[in-house]
Nanobody
Framework: QVQLVESGGGSVQVGGSLRLSCAAS????????IAWFRQAPGKEREGVAV????????YYADSVTGRFTISQDNAKNTVYLRMNSLKPEDTAMYYC?????????????????WGQGTQVTVSS
């Protein structure tokens, strides 16, 4: 089992920045990757960014490329999502999730463990 706890959400104005954290504990060695997903009210869940824990390779959704950066600190068992140039359409609940097998941002169902989420609100 893996436990994930997100933090760092909040309310910011357009163009602002936030850094989300995802602290992992438990059987973290079994995870191949950790990803950030988001879901806004009335919308489908969207994969935002993923990092492979072994290679540090990263992939991003087109909507956030160039603005968001995912990184990991193995010493702290924590994955971060740095979000710059925030837009109102970035408003959503953000979740981190781990997977032992599939790591595509388009296959959320293959992620095994999920955190409780942290809210990000961007206002104009």
């Amino acid at each position: 089992q893996v436990q994930l706890v997100e933090s760092g959400g909040g309310s910011v104005q357009v163009g602002g920045s936030l850094r989300l954290s995802c602290a992992a504990s438990g059987d973290t060695d079994s995870s191949v990757c950790i990803a950030w997903f988001r879901q806004a009210p009335g919308k489908e869940r969207e994969g935002v960014a993923v990092i492979y824990t072994g290679s540090y390779n990263t992939y991003y959704a087109d909507s956030v490329t160039g603005r968001f950066t995912i990184s990991q600190d193995n010493a702290k068992n924590t994955v971060y999502l740095r979000m710059n140039s925030l837009k109102p359409e970035d408003t959503a609940m953000y979740y981190c999730a781990t997977s032992r097998f599939g790591c595509s941002l388009h296959t959320a169902h293959r992620f095994d463990y999920w955190g409780q989420g942290t809210q990000v609100t961007v206002s104009s």
